[in-house]
C-alpha cells in the first residue's frame, strides 16, 4: 500500500500547503491529496484558497502524483470548465494529476444560488458530467445537449497525450455501482472492506482505490484532542449532515454534539506511531492500494518527519 499525505485547504495559506507538499515529498510520501473546497466546515479553520491555482502552484515544487479529494463538477463550475482545468494540471503535472470527483456538498456548492439538488438527482448530473469531460478530453469541439449540461462548440487545446485517469467517491450502493461502471478508480474515507469489495464487483476490478484519514500530532494524546476537537470536530458528524448543511455556522452548530471522547477515537491524536500504524492498517486490511494521512493543528512537520522515520 502506497502512503501518501492530504493537504487540507480548509484549514491552511497556501504558503503552509506549498510548505507541506515539499516536506512531504521529502520524507518519502508517494503522492498527495489536495481538497476542493469554496468555504472551510467552520470559522476557526479559517482558510479555503482556490484548488486550481494550488495544484498549478504545487507542480512547481514536487513531482510526485497529485489528485483532488474531491472536486464536484456538477454546479459550482461547469463540467466544461472542470475540464480545461484537469487537462491544464494534467500537462504541468507531466500526466500525474488524477482529477477525484463526488457529488459535493452543500457547503460548497450552493453558492452560485442554484436549489441544491437530491442525492440521486446529483448523481446523474455527476455521471453526465464525466461523460462530458471524457469527450473534451477526445479532442476536437463539442457540442452537447444532455439532461442537466449544454456545451456549445467547446474545444480544449491544452492537453496531454492521456486523459486525465477520473477516480470517483462513493459511500451508497447506487453511487457504489456507477463508480465500478465509469470510474477509473474509487476514493473512499473510510476503511471499509464491504465497500472496497462492492466496487471490484461493480466493475472496478483491480483499478486502484485510494482511502484517507486525519491525524493530529501533538506532544500529548490529549493537547491532539484538543486541537482535533477545536478544528475539525466536523469529522464525528453522522449520516447526511455533511452532504445538505449550507454554511460553516450551521456545521459549528451541528458540532456541539460531537464530544472530544468522539475525536479521541476518530482521529489518530498525540505523538505515539502506534495510532497511526493503527489507522495504517485498517486501510491496507480492507485492501485499499494508496491511503493519504492528513495533520490537523500546527505540528505538520512534526507527523510527517514520523512518517519518514516510522513508515516512509
Given at each position: 500500500m502506497r502512503i501518501g499525505y492530504f493537504l487540507s485547504c480548509e484549514e491552511y495559506t497556501p504558503a503552509q500547503l506549498i510548505e507541506q507538499a515539499r516536506m512531504a515529498q521529502d520524507a518519502g510520501f508517494q503522492g498527495l491529496w489536495i481538497s476542493d473546497h469554496y468555504h472551510p466546515w467552520n470559522d476557526e479553520q479559517g482558510q479555503s484558497s482556490f484548488v486550481w491555482s494550488m495544484i498549478g502552484a504545487l507542480s512547481q515544487v514536487v513531482d510526485i502524483p497529485v489528485t483532488t479529494a474531491v472536486t464536484c463538477p456538477i454546479q459550482r463550475v461547469h463540467p466544461a470548465v472542470v475540464a480545461q482545468a484537469a487537462a491544464t494540471s494534467a500537462v504541468l503535472h507531466?500526466?500525474?494529476?488524477?482529477?477525484?470527483v463526488g457529488t459535493g456538498e452543500a457547503?460548497?456548492?450552493?453558492?452560485?444560488?442554484?436549489?441544491?439538488?437530491?442525492?440521486?438527482?446529483?448523481?446523474?448530473?455527476?455521471?453526465?458530467?464525466?461523460?462530458v469531460m471524457r469527450k473534451l478530453w477526445d479532442g476536437g469541439f463539442v457540442n452537447h445537449r444532455g439532461r442537466h449540461f449544454a456545451v456549445e462548440q467547446a474545444q480544449v487545446y491544452t492537453r496531454t497525450p492521456t486523459p486525465p485517469r477520473v477516480y470517483l467517491s462513493a459511500f451508497g450502493p447506487k453511487a457504489l455501482a456507477l463508480a465500478g461502471r465509469i470510474a477509473d478508480g474509487y476514493i473512499l474515507t473510510m476503511p471499509d472492506a464491504g465497500l472496497v469489495r462492492g466496487f471490484r464487483e461493480a466493475g472496478g476490478g483491480d483499478k486502484p482505490v485510494q482511502g484517507g484519514f486525519k491525524a493530529s500530532w501533538a506532544p500529548t494524546e490529549d493537547e491532539g484532542v484538543a486541537t482535533a476537537h477545536r478544528l475539525w470536530p466536523n469529522e464525528g458528524l453522522p449520516g447526511e449532515l455533511l452532504q445538505?448543511?449550507?454554511?460553516?455556522?450551521?456545521?459549528?452548530?451541528?458540532?456541539?454534539?460531537?464530544?472530544?471522547?468522539?475525536v479521541r477515537e476518530a482521529i489518530a491524536c498525540g505523538p505515539d506511531p502506534a495510532k497511526q500504524a493503527a489507522q495504517l492498517r485498517a486501510y491496507e486490511d480492507a485492501g485499499f492500494d494508496e491511503v493519504y494521512v492528513a495533520n490537523i493543528g500546527p505540528h505538520y512537520g512534526e507527523l510527517i518527519d514520523l512518517y519518514r522515520k516510522e513508515f516512509l
Amino acid at each position: 500500500m502506497r502512503i501518501g499525505y492530504f493537504l487540507s485547504c480548509e484549514e491552511y495559506t497556501p504558503a503552509q500547503l506549498i510548505e507541506q507538499a515539499r516536506m512531504a515529498q521529502d520524507a518519502g510520501f508517494q503522492g498527495l491529496w489536495i481538497s476542493d473546497h469554496y468555504h472551510p466546515w467552520n470559522d476557526e479553520q479559517g482558510q479555503s484558497s482556490f484548488v486550481w491555482s494550488m495544484i498549478g502552484a504545487l507542480s512547481q515544487v514536487v513531482d510526485i502524483p497529485v489528485t483532488t479529494a474531491v472536486t464536484c463538477p456538477i454546479q459550482r463550475v461547469h463540467p466544461a470548465v472542470v475540464a480545461q482545468a484537469a487537462a491544464t494540471s494534467a500537462v504541468l503535472h507531466d500526466g500525474r494529476f488524477v482529477l477525484g470527483v463526488g457529488t459535493g456538498e452543500a457547503l460548497n456548492e450552493h453558492v452560485t444560488g442554484e436549489r441544491w439538488p437530491s442525492a440521486g438527482e446529483r448523481l446523474e448530473m455527476l455521471e453526465e458530467a464525466v461523460d462530458v469531460m471524457r469527450k473534451l478530453w477526445d479532442g476536437g469541439f463539442v457540442n452537447h445537449r444532455g439532461r442537466h449540461f449544454a456545451v456549445e462548440q467547446a474545444q480544449v487545446y491544452t492537453r496531454t497525450p492521456t486523459p486525465p485517469r477520473v477516480y470517483l467517491s462513493a459511500f451508497g450502493p447506487k453511487a457504489l455501482a456507477l463508480a465500478g461502471r465509469i470510474a477509473d478508480g474509487y476514493i473512499l474515507t473510510m476503511p471499509d472492506a464491504g465497500l472496497v469489495r462492492g466496487f471490484r464487483e461493480a466493475g472496478g476490478g483491480d483499478k486502484p482505490v485510494q482511502g484517507g484519514f486525519k491525524a493530529s500530532w501533538a506532544p500529548t494524546e490529549d493537547e491532539g484532542v484538543a486541537t482535533a476537537h477545536r478544528l475539525w470536530p466536523n469529522e464525528g458528524l453522522p449520516g447526511e449532515l455533511l452532504q445538505v448543511l449550507p454554511s460553516p455556522k450551521h456545521f459549528e452548530q451541528a458540532s456541539q454534539l460531537v464530544t472530544p471522547d468522539a475525536v479521541r477515537e476518530a482521529i489518530a491524536c498525540g505523538p505515539d506511531p502506534a495510532k497511526q500504524a493503527a489507522q495504517l492498517r485498517a486501510y491496507e486490511d480492507a485492501g485499499f492500494d494508496e491511503v493519504y494521512v492528513a495533520n490537523i493543528g500546527p505540528h505538520y512537520g512534526e507527523l510527517i518527519d514520523l512518517y519518514r522515520k516510522e513508515f516512509l
